[in-house]
């Protein structure tokens, strides 16, 4: 089998994925936005005080808000984009986003407070299972809480 095929065949079932509705597409999107927020969010706070020469301080912040407002964005114009219409106006998405990230801090910094002496597990193995479960959840209160069409 030439190599090209093959290539073609995963690049267009990898496309296929990103392209299909509902929530696997969805699932797929997301996963690709939040790879690029972090990004953002990383390289933006490197850059601002590498290149740019502002001190860490003040570039966590700028990066900070702009990876938020773009993984907002990321999420009503690209994860969610196969959704004919919100049944939520922006204000109240946003208004929902913002509670949504407001908990995902408090569960996260309860969890590396609380869970690393009670199970033996040190601060930062609890901080990325914490992540994890909560990017898995943030992912179902989005898709039906957030940015869901009419009637769900």
Do not use: N
Request: charged letters at 10%; proline letters at 6%.
């Amino acid at each position: 089998m030439p190599a090209g095929s093959r290539t073609g065949r995963v690049t267009g079932g990898l496309l296929r994925r990103v392209l299909a509705p509902g929530a696997q597409g969805q699932a797929v999107r997301y996963v690709i936005a939040g790879a690029t927020v972090a990004a953002v969010y990383v390289g933006a706070t490197l850059l601002l005080s590498g290149p740019a020469g502002a001190p860490i301080q003040a570039a966590i912040p700028v990066a900070y808000v702009t990876a938020v407002s773009l993984h907002f964005v990321l999420q009503r114009f690209f994860v969610f984009a196969d959704a004919k219409a919100f049944a939520l106006a922006v204000h109240h998405q946003i208004g929902r986003y913002v509670a949504i990230g407001a908990v995902q801090y408090a569960i996260t910094a309860a969890s590396t407070a609380l869970l690393p002496p009670a199970l033996g597990l040190s601060e930062r193995v609890v901080y990325v299972g914490a992540v994890a479960a909560i990017s898995a959840m943030t992912f179902i209160f989005l898709r039906t809480r957030v940015f869901h069409p009419p009637g769900l």
